[in-house]
């Protein structure tokens, strides 16, 4: 399965400021997820990022706020703009390599808005 | 997407098999039974999927209802290391890709 490198692994910003997160897969794939997880609850989705076109962001979630590039099939940015305390979650990029395998995840960026 | 019903949480004692139940009565015949699990400070980890069949795999084994309307993750002799939050997820094929997560069952393992 894919190996997924996230970076950073944790930040501590300050409100106002964006943070960018990265994620490098070792292998081509069509579509990168991004996941947010809040304190104590489950993953929601974010956005699905095609290579080449726009991500395709989920009820709750717009590109001002959560801006994503896609510049490859391998590489994927999430940014978390004008941050408030409550965009303080783990965030998490996935993907999936053919029928035959589940998704794999990054194991996330730890964001502590201050 | 269909829906899945777990429970909140389970125990479990150590080097015991484990059953962890999944209700999905809404499932229809293009979705996929995913399962996955995610260990203290890491991102989900893919378990095993199947469609109909009973599935084993390394980490465990993934038991079918005949009518597909519940499933059954089995974890052969539980460790210490496989207390987790596991998750439940229909995926259909014919649909879009992504994943939709509930709220999962939070496993305990008691030495």
């Known amino acids: 399965s894919a190996v997924i490198s996230q970076k950073p692994s944790r930040d501590i910003c300050q409100r106002g400021t964006s943070l960018t997160i990265q994620c490098q897969v070792d292998s081509q794939v069509t579509m990168m997820f991004w996941y947010r997880q809040q304190p104590g609850q489950s993953l ?5 990022a095609n290579q080449g076109s726009e991500a395709t962001y989920e009820s709750g979630f717009v590109i ?18 004008n941050m408030s305390p409550e965009d ?9 390599q053919g029928t035959a395998y589940g998704y794999t995840f990054g194991s996330g960026t730890r964001l502590t808005v201050v | 997407d269909a829906k899945t019903t ?15 139940p999944c209700n999905h009565s809404t499932i229809s015949g293009t979705d996929y039974i995913h399962w ?12 095993i999927h199947g469609l109909t069949s009973n599935v084993n795999n390394r980490m465990a084994s993934l038991a079918i209802a005949e ?17 987790a939050v596991y998750y439940c997820i229909l995926r259909d094929i014919l649909g879009n890709e ?5 709220t999962g069952t939070r496993l305990t393992i008691i030495p």
Do not use: W
């Open chain 1, 44 to 48: 929601t989705l974010i956005a699905t």
């Open chain 1, 64 to 81: 001002d706020k959560f801006p994503i590039s896609r510049p490859n099939l391998t590489f994927s940015t999430l940014t978390v703009s």
């Open chain 1, 88 to 96: 303080s979650s783990i965030y998490l990029c996935s993907v999936r």
């Open chain 2, 6 to 20: 777990q429970p909140n949480s389970m125990e479990s004692n150590e080097e015991e098999p484990v059953h962890l």
């Open chain 2, 36 to 47: 996955y699990r995610q260990l203290p400070s890491q991102g989900p980890e893919y378990v």
């Open chain 2, 67 to 83: 009518d597909r309307k519940s499933s059954t993750l089995i974890l052969h002799r539980a460790t210490l290391r496989d207390a």
């Open chain 2, 98 to 102: 992504k994943l939709t997560f509930g």
